[in-house]
Structure formats: structure tokens, C-alpha cells
């Protein structure tokens, strides 16, 4: 129910609302299955991709396209949020997202997964927005700051807890478990939701939906996307049969669309016209490098956990379950952290512990190259001690790059970040995801061009190890007649996931050099700075 005008809740203050706490775990619950949702398919992925025949860029498109289809649409949804009741979006965009769960675990073709997965993004981008928004209202002092750390911990540790899902069921039930798992738990946030977390809106906010930034900004990632996931199969500029690829056409178009709606972001905003994002708010420094660092940090997370169990499963042996446990203790760090940075924030503060997580994960998947193909205990070690830097980041970077927006854009601002992670969620499969494929591909290639084998039982590998992104190694390695070749493919499995890995660690590296740039002031200094911010965002 909708709080009645006399209390609190109905002049926008939420910190009397009773029960808050149980609102607080609508929220978590809601944010939990959207995010653990983006990763849950990753360690069953090998499964999917022999049950469904799937090829190597369909792979990559089950888990880019939630993220993109996510950020797409964020910005434009929380702004039905404000017109039309955060608490009615959010619960809406859960029976969204229930429904084409659904529909994805029950899917016999790769096709309708990739629709259903789709639509999952769409009720992912009607859930989170407001997300944010309502913890700021709810909880002040020290409840916000342990409010902030149940969320990051959701956000980070739910990440990581959805490869142990993922790979339990696809072991021991059916991998479509995994994504009808989220029907019981979507069906409890919605009962949680209704009964104890309060309905607002923006009354004061004008009425209308910025359509055309919507579909340029939609364009315009869906292009870039496009590209980085098909160049491994159509090439950058012509394809196998020396056609032009459509690759290079689309990166470019995306970028173009990407130019012309920031273009035409300013020019309705000079003309007072309604915006999807205030982009002034880029001028705004912890604002800029907290996004910076939360896009990295997304991109080095995602594409390692995309790329890590498929080289656990098609070259070190393990299986789906195994391959679970194994990214658990990722969890663990992270769950572990989550828990004591409330009392680290006070301590060093909250900009320092964002700059210490965020050098944690980049040493520790620096690490992580250096250590595969490893032991379990030496691959554990370094997942514990990214999960430790995932827990601090997490946990404290949606606060402090909001800490000097002004109070009317703070949910504009926080969906702003959270589109910008989600983009960077799409970037790392597509990126990473796409180097782990084309590292494979030419290593194996190269290493069977050493050894006699007939030409046509060498492309018949190449192409059985590309297209299953190495899920069929195993497989060839039980077949006397290809186990000297799959052996040789399993070596190029690792060192294609040290090079992607590398490169994540690296990636991680430029998110800690922007988190250098982030200040921490004091209540007084962050007043002042907020009200010269919304001067620079007007301007």
C-alpha cells in the first residue's frame, strides 16, 4: 500500500517508515535475482551449448544480450518509475522478468533463449532502477551506510553465487533450473515488495518520454556490441568467402548513433526539452571517475566470468558443479568483505576503500593469469582475493560518485551508473569474450598445423573447439581417434584464458587510476559542491 499523506513517506522522507528493513530486503531479494541472473547461465554454458547446438557467438550472446537490452533501456525506465510509482515498476518488471524466465528454461532452440533472455533484460531494466533512489530515502548515518553494504553485497557477491547455482543445477537437474529457479524468489520480492516497500513519485516531474534518445541509444550500443561478439565470426572487414563484413559497418554506425545522441542530449536540454540523461552530469569529477571506474570494473568482472568456466570445464577437468564451487569462493570473499566495510569506511573512508578494492581485484586477476592452469587451491586463492576487492568497490562506489550530485538528479544519476556498469557487463563477454574465442581458434589452429593430421580431421577440430568456445574438448579427448589433437586444443584453451584474463587484470588497472581521481570532502564541502554541480549541469 501506498504511504497516506500524513506520514513521512508522502514528503519524499522514508526514514519513519516502519518495517524499512524489510523493504530493504524486497530490494536486496529483487536486485540479487536480476544480477545473479547475468551470470547464473555462464558455468551451465557448456551444457546449454550441447543440448542446444549452439554456435560460439550465440554462446556470447546469451549472456551479452541481457546486458545490453539492460542498459538500453535503465534510463528510460527509471523515468516511468518517477512518473508512475517506483514500487509499480519494480514489481512490474519482476513478473516481466519471471515470465521469460519461464519461457528461457523451457526453450528447445537457441533462438528462443535468446529472445527469452532479451526480455529477461527488458524486466531487469524496470526493477533496478529505483533501487538506489529508495535506500537514499529510507536509511540515513549508520543504517544507510550498512543499507549500501546489503546492496553492494547483493550486486557483487550475487554475481558470483550465480555460477554455483548454475553449475548445482545443471549438475545435478536440468540447466534450465537455472533460470527457473527465479520464479519462487521473484514471487517472494513481489509479496515483500507489496506489503512493506512504500510507492513514490516524482509529482513535480514533467510528463514524457525522451523516445528518440531512447532509440538512438539503443542503436548505437546494440552496433558496438554487435561487432565485438560477431568480428570472431564474420572478421572485421571481409568474411571467409571475401564479402565485405558487416562487422566494421556496425562498430561504426554504433559509434556514429552514440555521437549523434549525446549531440542531441545537449540540444534538448538547451531547448528545455525533456532529456534521457542529463549529461551535464558528466562534468561533475567524482560523478565521472566513479563511472569510469564502475564500467572497467563491470567489464574485467564479467568477461573473466565468462571466460573462466568454460576454460575449468574444456581444460582443467572440472565439471559444472565443481566449476560452481570453485567461483564460490569468490563469494565468500566478497560476502565476507561486504560485512566489515561499514567499519572500514569509517576508519579510512569511503574513497579509500573503493581505490583499495579496486586495486585487490586487479592484482588478484593478475594473478589469476599467472597462476593457469593451476591447482584448485591456487585458483581459489586468487578468486578469494578478488572477491575481497569486489566487497570494498561494490560496496561503496555507487555512494561516493553520488556524494556530490544534487538531490533532485540523485535517481537520474544512479541509473546513469548503473546503465554505465550493465554497458560495461555487455563490453566484457563481447570483448574478452571474443578474445578467449579468437586466441583459441588460432592456437589451436596453429598447434595442429605442427603435427600430421589429414586436413580434413584438422578443420573438423578447429571448428568443433570454436564453435563450443572449447566445450567439446572433453568430448574429443574420450575419442581415441582425436584425443592427441583435443590435447593440444586444451593447451590453447589455457593460454587463451591467460591472455583474456591478462587483459581483464589490465582493464581492472585503468578502473584503479580513475578511482585515484576521486575526493572525499567533508558535509559542509559536499553542499557546496552540489549546489555549483547543479549550476555545471544546468549550464
Not at 529505483?130 to 553485497?153: E, P, V, W
Not at 556490441?225 to 554504433?254: I, K, N, R
Request: charge should be neutral.
Amino acid at each position: 500500500m501506498s504511504a497516506p499523506a500524513s506520514t513521512p513517506a508522502a514528503a519524499g522522507d522514508f526514514t519513519g517508515v516502519p518495517h524499512r528493513w524489510w523493504a530493504m530486503a524486497a530490494i536486496a531479494l529483487g536486485t540479487s535475482l536480476v544480477i545473479m541472473d547475468a551470470t547464473i547461465a555462464n558455468v551451465a554454458l557448456p551444457v546449454v551449448i550441447d543440448d542446444l547446438h549452439m554456435t560460439a557467438t550465440q554462446a556470447q550472446w546469451v549472456s551479452a544480450v541481457y546486458s545490453l537490452v539492460f542498459a538500453s533501456l535503465m534510463l528510460t525506465s527509471g523515468r516511468f518509475g518517477d512518473l508512475f510509482g517506483r514500487r509499480m515498476m519494480f514489481v512490474a518488471g519482476l513478473v516481466v522478468f519471471m515470465a521469460s524466465s519461464l519461457v528461457a528454461g523451457s526453450a528447445s532452440s537457441p533462438e528462443v533463449l535468446l529472445v527469452a533472455r532479451l526480455v529477461q533484460g527488458i524486466g531487469a531494466a524496470m526493477v533496478l532502477p529505483a533501487t538506489t533512489s529508495t535506500i537514499n530515502a529510507m536509511f540515513t548515518g549508520k543504517d544507510r551506510t550498512i543499507a549500501f553494504a546489503i546492496y553492494g553485497s547483493a550486486i557483487g557477491g550475487m554475481a558470483a553465487v550465480g555460477p554455483l547455482v548454475g553449475g548445482w543445477l545443471a549438475t545435478d537437474a536440468s540447466w534450465r533450473w537455472a533460470f527457473w529457479l527465479n520464479i519462487p524468489f521473484g514471487i517472494a520480492a513481489v509479496i515483500l515488495a507489496a506489503r512493506y516497500l512504500p510507492e513514490t513519485r516524482d509529482r513535480t516531474l514533467r510528463r514524457g518520454i525522451d523516445w528518440s534518445g531512447t532509440v538512438l541509444a539503443t542503436l548505437g550500443l546494440g552496433g558496438i556490441v554487435f561487432a565485438l561478439v560477431e568480428s570472431s565470426s564474420f572478421g572485421w572487414l571481409h568474411q571467409a568467402d571475401g564479402a565485405l563484413s558487416p562487422v566494421s559497418f556496425a562498430l561504426v554506425g554504433g559509434v556514429v548513433l552514440i555521437g549523434l545522441w549525446g549531440w542531441a542530449e545537449q540540444v534538448r536540454h538547451r531547448r528545455g526539452a525533456i532529456v534521457q540523461a542529463h549529461l551535464g552530469l558528466w562534468r561533475i569529477a567524482n560523478f565521472r571517475y566513479g563511472a569510469i571506474a564502475s564500467l572497467v570494473i563491470a567489464l574485467g568482472e564479467f568477461g573473466m566470468l565468462f571466460a573462466l568456466p568454460l576454460v575449468a570445464q574444456g581444460a582443467l577437468g572440472y565439471d559444472a558443479l565443481g566449476t560452481g564451487w570453485l567461483m564460490m569462493v569468490l563469494a565468500i570473499g566478497t560476502f565476507l568483505m561486504s560485512g566489515a566495510v561499514p567499519q572500514l569506511t569509517r576508519r579510512i573512508g569511503a574513497r579509500r576503500v573503493v581505490q583499495l578494492g579496486v586495486l585487490v581485484e586487479a592484482l588478484a586477476v593478475a594473478a589469476l593469469a599467472l597462476a593457469l592452469p593451476g591447482t584448485a587451491v591456487s585458483i581459489g586463492a586468487c578468486l578469494f582475493l578478488y572477491g575481497l576487492g569486489v566487497g570494498m568497490a561494490t560496496a561503496q562506489v555507487t555512494s561516493v560518485s553520488l556524494a556530490e550530485v544534487p538531490v533532485g538528479l540523485s535517481g537520474e544519476a544512479s541509473g546513469m551508473l548503473t546503465t554505465v556498469r550493465q554497458i560495461g557487463s555487455a563490453l566484457g563477454v563481447a570483448v574478452l569474450g571474443g578474445l578467449l574465442i579468437s586466441s583459441l581458434t588460432h592456437g589451436t589452429q596453429s598447434r595442429l598445423d605442427a603435427i600430421p593430421l589429414p586436413p580434413a580431421a584438422r578443420s573438423a577440430v578447429v571448428t568443433a573447439v570454436h564453435d563450443s568456445i572449447g566445450a567439446a574438448i572433453p568430448g574429443l579427448q574420450r575419442d581415441p581417434r582425436t584425443t592427441a589433437a583435443a590435447d593440444l586444443a586444451s593447451e590453447a584453451l589455457v593460454d587463451a584464458a591467460k591472455v583474456s584474463t591478462g587483459v581483464a587484470g589490465g582493464i581492472l588497472g585503468v578502473g584503479f587510476l580513475a578511482t585515484l581521481a576521486l575526493t572525499e570532502v567533508s558535509a559542509e564541502e559536499t553542499l557546496r559542491r552540489r549546489g555549483r554541480a547543479e549550476s555545471a549541469v544546468d549550464a
